[in-house]
T-cell receptor
Framework: GNSVTQMEGPVTLSEEAFLTINCTYT??????LFWYVQYPGEGLQLLLK?????DKGSNKGFEATYRKETTSFHLEKGSVQVSDSAVYFC????????????FGQGTELSVKP | EADIYQTPRYLVIGTGKKITLECSQT?????MYWYQQDPGMELHLIHY???????EKGDLSSESTVSRIRTEHFPLTLESARPSHTSQYLC????????????????FGPGTRLTVL
C-alpha cells in the first residue's frame, strides 16, 4: 500500500549548519509531494511542494527535489537559523486514496545559537 | 494568508462532558478535514468532508462525530469526553480545483488543545 517514512527526530543543529531531513514513500502511482512545517503552538503551514518527477520545491531557503527513481523527497537547507526550529512533516498525496494527504511522523528540529 | 479558524484554542474539561470543537473557513473551500495529533506529533486523519452534507470517516477510528451543514463550517463533537480523547485537534481545508497555485494545498487552523481530566 501507500505509505511514507520520515527521518526520526529530534534533530539538533547549530546555527548556520546544513540540514537534511529524509523522506521516502512507497506508492503504486506518482503522488504529489509536500513538506509542511509546524512552529510551536501553531497549526501546520505548507513549506513547499512538487507535483511531478524532478520538480524542485523551494521556499524560505528550503529545497526538496521529487526523485522518482528513489521515491524520495528529502528536505534540505544550506544554513539553518534559530527561527527554523519547528516540526517538519513530509506528506505525499495519493490520488488512489481520494487525494488525501498522508503525513509522516514528523521531525522535530531544534537550532541552537 | 489562510483564513481558517478554530475555537477554542485550549479546553480543559471533566470526563463525561459533551463538547464541540469549532472550525470555520472563509475561503469557500469545499474540502475540509479534521486531524488528531498525538503527543508524539504524528497526525491522523479522523474525519473529512467533500462538501455540504458530505462526511466520511478518516484513517484513524474516532468516537467523535462531525457535520457539514454549511460550506464554511465543520464542527467536531464528542458526546462524552474521556481522558483518552486528550489530544491536539487540527482542522484543515483545501480547494477542490485541479489547477492553480493552491492545487492540492491544505490550509490548517491553529488547532484546539483538548485536555480531559
Amino acid at each position: 500500500g501507500n505509505s511514507v517514512t520520515q527521518m526520526e527526530g529530534p534533530v539538533t543543529l547549530s546555527e548556520e549548519a546544513f540540514l537534511t531531513i529524509n523522506c521516502t514513500y512507497t506508492a503504486t502511482g506518482y503522488p504529489s509531494l509536500f513538506w509542511y512545517v509546524q512552529y510551536p503552538g501553531e497549526g501546520l503551514q505548507l513549506l513547499l511542494k512538487a507535483t511531478k518527477a524532478d520538480d524542485k520545491g523551494s521556499n524560505k531557503g528550503f529545497e526538496a527535489t521529487y526523485r522518482k527513481e528513489t521515491t524520495s523527497f528529502h528536505l534540505e537547507k544550506g544554513s539553518v537559523q534559530v527561527s527554523d526550529s519547528a516540526v517538519y512533516f513530509c506528506a505525499p498525496r495519493f490520488l488512489s486514496q481520494g487525494g488525501k494527504l498522508i503525513f509522516g511522523q514528523g521531525t522535530e528540529l531544534s537550532v541552537k545559537p | 494568508e489562510a483564513d481558517i479558524y478554530q475555537t477554542p484554542r485550549y479546553l480543559v474539561i471533566g470526563t463525561g462532558k459533551k463538547i464541540t470543537l469549532e472550525c470555520s473557513q472563509t475561503m469557500g473551500h469545499d474540502k475540509m478535514y479534521w486531524y488528531q495529533q498525538d503527543p508524539g506529533m504524528e497526525l491522523h486523519l479522523i474525519h473529512y468532508s467533500y462538501g455540504v452534507n458530505s462526511t466520511e470517516k478518516g484513517d484513524l477510528s474516532s468516537e467523535s462525530t462531525v457535520s457539514r451543514i454549511r460550506t464554511e463550517h465543520f464542527p467536531l463533537t464528542l458526546e462524552s469526553a474521556r481522558p483518552s480523547h486528550t489530544s491536539q485537534y487540527l482542522c484543515a481545508s483545501s480547494w477542490p480545483g485541479r489547477e492553480g497555485p493552491s492545487y492540492n494545498e491544505q490550509f490548517f487552523g491553529p488547532g484546539t488543545r483538548l485536555t480531559v481530566l
